[in-house]
């Protein structure tokens, strides 16, 4: 198993377009979360997954973000309509579901122009 | 949304040094960790504490829950060049189905040969 993957690692878009990130957690992890990180800011959570099931969704998920995991393996992330407060380093992390030790993947960085 | 209270912001030591770094917070939490990001990647799981007053030990460094179960200290003895980087701590909480895991404001390390 090689971790958790996120595509595409970087993401330039003009303003108002829509972008989509793949992540694939470790394979045997049923639990799957989303954090946004700004620069000189820890991660914030944004939503997390059982299997195919989301859970938790924080504020911070306004209407333009959604978030799926159809089979329980991958997930997307989709921002509509794309506002450069929208750019950040967009992180996905993977746990079992007793562990409270995240794996995380190297994120995908967005910059709306 | 809520983050930890992380300090020193940022250290610069000399090689060879220890270093000694904590987290604060308002709120209890159920299990305190410890993470190390480098530029452009995520987070990496250095530590997990899950006993009020556990004091536990990954080869150099060493991390403490703290007894109010409200802080957590990390401490890195004999730093060297690669422990550069930033060291996250969060904290995870979960009751009557409501689940919490925030991240802290980071303290960023650099270390002088």
């Known amino acids: 198993d090689t971790g958790v993957s996120q595509n595409p690692r970087h993401k330039i878009t003009k303003r108002g377009q829509n972008v989509t990130f793949r992540c694939d957690p470790i394979s045997e992890h049923n639990r799957l979360y989303w954090y946004r990180q700004t620069l000189g800011q820890g991660p914030e959570f944004l939503t997390y997954?059982?299997?195919?099931?989301?859970?938790?969704k924080s504020r911070l998920l306004s209407d333009r973000f959604s978030a799926e995991r159809p089979k329980g393996s991958f997930s997307t992330l989709e921002i509509q309509r794309t506002e450069q407060g929208d750019s950040a380093m967009y992180l996905c992390a993977s746990s079992p579901t007793v562990s409270r030790g995240y794996t995380f993947g190297s994120g995908t960085r967005l910059t709306v122009v | 949304g809520q983050q930890l209270n992380q300090s020193p912001q940022s250290m610069f030591i000399q090689e060879g040094e220890d270093v000694s770094m904590n987290c604060t917070s308002s709120s209890i939490f159920n299990t305190w960790l410890w993470y190390k990001q480098d530029p452009g990647e995520g987070p990496v799981l250095l530590i997990a504490l899950y006993k009020a007053g556990e004091l536990t030990s990954n080869g150099r460094l060493t991390a403490q829950f703290g007894i109010t179960r409200k802080d957590s200290f990390l401490n890195i003895s004999a730093s060297i060049p690669s422990d550069v980087g930033i060291y996250f701590c969060?904290?995870?909480?979960?009751?009557?189905?409501?689940?919490?895991?925030?991240f802290g404001t980071g303290t960023r390390l650099k270390v002088l040969a």
């Open positions: 969060a904290a995870y909480l979960s009751t009557s189905g409501t689940y919490k895991y925030i």
């Open positions: 997954f059982q299997n195919e099931a989301q859970l938790e």
